[in-house]
T-cell receptor, first 115, second 112 residues
Framework: DAGVTQSPTHLIKTRGQHVTLRCSPI?????VSWYQQVLGQGPQFIFQ???????GRGNFPDRFSARQFPNYSSELNVNALLLGDSALYLC??????????????FGPGTRLTVT | AQRVTQPEKLLSVFKGAPVELKCNYS??????LFWYVQYSRQRLQLLLR??SRESIKGFTADLNKGETSFHLKKPFAQEEDSAMYYC??????????????FGKGTHLIIQP
């Protein structure tokens, strides 16, 4: 298993544009989480999806949205890009969300630069 | 609101010396605490979690609820320990659906 995969590796967008980032979880993992990591900071939680439903959301504006597909892959969409959206976007998968603190397996990230 | 604080942005120690990476948290309930590590050009990965009470690569961490701390320790540092270390917290309730709250990270450099 290649682990969690993300695409694209990096991309450059202009302010006001829209972007879609993609994530494929580890085979058998049904939960996907998205994080934003700004340079010099730790990852910040954006969303968690499980069985195609949003199960948790961090403190991000409505410009950020996501969805999960029947094969458990996921997309993160960001509308009306701002310069401050420039960051590394990380995807993490777990077998399922649970209070039993399943380990989150992280992907390599997508580096988004907004100019 | 939950918060994780790692007071040291950078920590440099010599090989063979003891290492302690500090982590303090604020959370009103019973959190679950983790240490994640990112080696150069690798992805973020779990190092250890407090509920397992395990030692990974010689590292240990004890949850001190009185001091709200979860410091990471290793008695003898090795050069391969050089990496970025993140302390993280999960509320443990709601099915973990609130994700992990990370600290800003500590860059550990082990000098030969």
């Amino acid at each position: 298993d290649a682990g969690v995969t993300q695409s694209p590796t990096h991309l450059i967008k202009t302010r006001g544009q829209h972007v879609t980032l993609r994530c494929s979880p580890i085979s058998g993992h049904k939960s996907v989480s998205w994080y934003q990591q700004v340079l010099g900071q730790g990852p910040q939680f954006i969303f968690q999806y499980y069985e195609k439903e949003e199960r948790g959301r961090g403190n991000f504006p409505d410009r950020f949205s996501a969805r999960q597909f029947p094969n458990y892959s996921s997309e993160l969409n960001v509308n009306a890009l701002l310069l401050g959206d420039s960051a590394l976007y990380l995807c993490a998968s777990t077998p399922r969300p649970s209070g039993l603190s399943y380990e989150q397996y992280f992907g390599p990230g997508t580096r988004l630069t907004v100019t | 609101a939950q918060r994780v604080t790692q007071p040291e942005k950078l920590l440099s120690v010599f090989k063979g010396a003891p290492v302690e990476l500090k982590c303090n948290y604020s959370y009103s309930g019973s959190p679950e605490l983790f240490w994640y590590v990112q080696y150069s050009r690798q992805r973020l990965q779990l190092l250890l979690r407090h509920i397992s009470r395990e030692s990974i690569k010689g590292f240990t961490a004890d949850l001190n609820k009185g001091e709200t701390s979860f410091h990471l320790k290793k008695p003898f540092a090795q050069e391969e320990d050089s990496a970025m270390y993140y302390c993280a917290l999960s509320s443990g309730s709601g099915g973990g659906a609130d994700g992990l709250t990370f600290g800003k990270g500590t860059h550990l450099i082990i000098q030969p």
